[in-house]
């Protein structure tokens, strides 16, 4: 069982709105940075949002990331096709003294 | 630009080891950490460990403890990593990832992968 916990599915139409949630403990999101990484079929992890809501540089504006006490949050605004992929929240946890990851959750458009 | 580049392809025998290179450029190779992180197939990421290049300093896994070894070359930039006592679930794609900052999972450059099997 992985450290973090996400829903293993999402779904939307285009245009709509998605939010992908994960769950920690104050030994992790609790306390540290969540990150975000995209990852589309076939290839590596991609750093979609750094430092619970930070985009990097060529992220679009629709993701965003929130955090609130030991939870974070992933939005994907306005859906689009190229938006399906896995999601992973990730977070260094200070008890275990480790990065963790959660399973990850598959993004489809409808 | 920034580039990991990882080697080929492995295949292995259960209870051989593996030894995956991380090949970094575009950047002063002592100034971020190397994480390494698996994946096996059509499963989520697994974090194993990192390295800081300036200290040689390793921090891992517990799983992965005793079985795991990260070293560094710094005439050529590179990274490596070797498991040993290779099982069936070994069997994965392993990345290695630039750490922007240490102790934290900011991932903000990642290696193409190495994919490993181990088969009898």
Same mark, same amino acid.
């Given at each position: 069982?992985?450290?973090?916990?996400?829903?293993?599915?999402?779904?939307?139409?285009?245009?709509?709105? !998605?939010?992908?949630?994960?769950?920690?403990?104050?030994?992790?999101?609790?306390?540290?940075?969540?990150?975000?990484?995209?990852?589309?079929?076939?290839?590596?992890? +991609? =750093?979609?949002?750094?430092?619970?809501?930070?985009?990097?540089?060529? !992220?679009?504006?629709?993701?965003?990331?929130? +955090?609130?006490?030991?939870?974070?949050?992933?939005?994907?605004?306005? =859906?689009?096709?190229?938006?399906?992929a896995d999601y992973y929240c990730a977070a260094w946890?200070?008890?275990?003294?480790?990065?963790?990851?959660?399973?990850?959750?598959?993004?489809?458009?409808? | 630009?920034?580039?990991?580049?990882?080697?080929?392809?492995?295949?292995?025998?259960?209870?051989?080891?593996?030894?995956?290179?991380?090949?970094?450029?575009?950047?002063?190779?002592?100034?971020?950490?190397?994480?390494?992180? %698996?994946?096996?197939?059509?499963?989520?990421?697994?974090?194993?460990?990192?390295?800081?290049?300036?200290?040689?300093?390793?921090?891992?896994?517990? %799983?992965?403890?005793? %079985?795991?070894?990260?070293?560094?070359?710094?005439?050529?930039?590179?990274?490596?990593?070797?498991?040993?006592?290779?099982?069936?679930?070994?069997?994965?794609?392993?990345?290695?990832? %630039?750490?922007?900052?240490?102790?934290?999972?900011?991932?903000?450059?990642?290696?193409?992968?190495?994919?490993?099997?181990?088969?009898?």
């Amino acid at each position: 069982q992985s450290v973090l916990t996400q829903p293993p599915s999402a779904s939307g139409t285009p245009g709509q709105r !998605v939010t992908i949630s994960c769950s920690g403990s104050s030994s992790n999101i609790g306390t540290n940075y969540v990150y975000w990484y995209q990852q589309l079929p076939g290839a590596a992890p +991609k =750093l979609l949002i750094s430092r619970n809501n930070q985009r990097p540089s060529g !992220v679009p504006d629709r993701f965003s990331g929130s +955090k609130s006490g030991t939870s974070a949050f992933l939005a994907i605004s306005w =859906l689009r096709s190229e938006d399906e992929a896995d999601y992973y929240c990730a977070a260094w946890d200070d008890g275990l003294f480790a990065g963790v990851f959660g399973p990850g959750t598959n993004v489809t458009v409808l | 630009q920034v580039q990991l580049v990882q080697s080929g392809a492995e295949v292995k025998k259960p209870g051989a080891s593996v030894k995956v290179s991380c090949k970094t450029s575009g950047y002063t190779f002592t100034s971020y950490d190397i994480n390494w992180v %698996r994946q096996a197939t059509g499963q989520g990421l697994e974090w194993m460990g990192w390295m800081n290049p300036n200290s040689g300093n390793t921090g891992y896994a517990l %799983r992965f403890q005793g %079985r795991v070894t990260m070293t560094k070359n710094t005439s050529i930039s590179t990274v490596y990593m070797e498991l040993s006592s290779l099982g069936s679930e070994d069997t994965a794609v392993y990345y290695c990832a %630039r750490a922007n900052v240490g102790f934290d999972v900011n991932f903000d450059y990642w290696g193409q992968g190495t994919l490993v099997t181990v088969s009898s």
